[in-house]
């Protein structure tokens, strides 16, 4: 399963590279804004930040201003993968963009039939909003479960990932699931690689029982 990371924050990126488990980066226009500087210069830093794709997401509302704004943000790395919403104009926006090679990563999924209608219009991401289906009263687990078995089923290469997650236990049931990849907010990442309390207490076990043979030793041999 792909990990992403759903921050602009450079220490965490850092992290991620250092541990060897990074694949790319997400990104929306609320994170941009937080940022507080020029949007170009925040994705220009992300590219350099490390190697993989970095999904930037259109703010245009009709089919032409989208496409324009992809072809733009395209033109900046060949590594950025261009978030579009599943709407109308969205799906329009899809299918020009795939027959101009530009990627796409399908955005704002909250049920099967989004999903399905991305894969057919070619998007090569589709990312369901885990955590807002949730908060909607909507069966999350049980949607993601119908959109793994359309792709299965009808062979999509359209990738799944999970986003909004909001626990471990979130991004747990996607790898269950077979969800290609999840992409995770600074603080949850956090606590996605935090060190297991019994593993730690297993390795303070292993050296106190190390020292105990070494002074056992040491002391036959004196």
């Not at 450079?10 to 020029?38: S, V």
């Not at 170009?40 to 930040?49: G, P, Q, S, W």
């Not at 109308?88 to 999903?115: H, R, S, Y």
């Not at 299965?152 to 236990?169: E, H, I, P, S, V």
Request: charged share 20%; hydrophobic share 50%.
């Amino acid at each position: 399963m792909e990990i992403w990371l759903d921050t602009c924050d450079q220490e965490t990126i850092e992290t991620a590279q250092r541990l060897g488990i990074l694949y790319g980066i997400t990104t929306n226009p609320a994170l941009l804004a937080q940022a507080k500087e020029d949007h170009d210069k925040v994705i220009t830093r992300l590219l350099e930040a490390q190697e993989g794709p970095i999904a930037v997401q259109v703010t245009a509302w009709n089919a032409e201003d989208m496409i324009r704004q992809a072809v733009a943000l395209r033109s900046l790395s060949d590594r950025i993968i261009v978030k579009i919403p599943v709407v109308q104009e969205g799906l329009a926006a899809m299918n020009d963009l795939v027959q101009k090679q530009i990627p796409v990563m399908a955005t704002a999924v909250f049920d099967p039939n989004q999903a399905l209608l991305a894969a057919i219009a070619g998007a090569d991401y589709v990312a369901p909003y885990f955590g807002r289906m949730l908060d909607a009263g909507l069966e999350a687990h049980a949607a993601l479960e119908a959109m793994a078995a359309i792709y299965q089923k009808n062979q999509f290469k359209t990738k799944l990932l999970a986003a909004a997650l909001r626990t471990t236990d979130h991004i747990t049931s996607c790898a269950l699931l077979g969800i290609h990849a999840v992409t995770i907010k600074s603080k949850l990442f956090g606590e996605f690689i935090a060190n297991n309390p019994s593993t730690l207490h297993s390795l303070r076990e292993f050296a106190e029982e190390w020292d105990v043979c070494e002074h056992q030793t040491l002391a036959a041999l004196s």
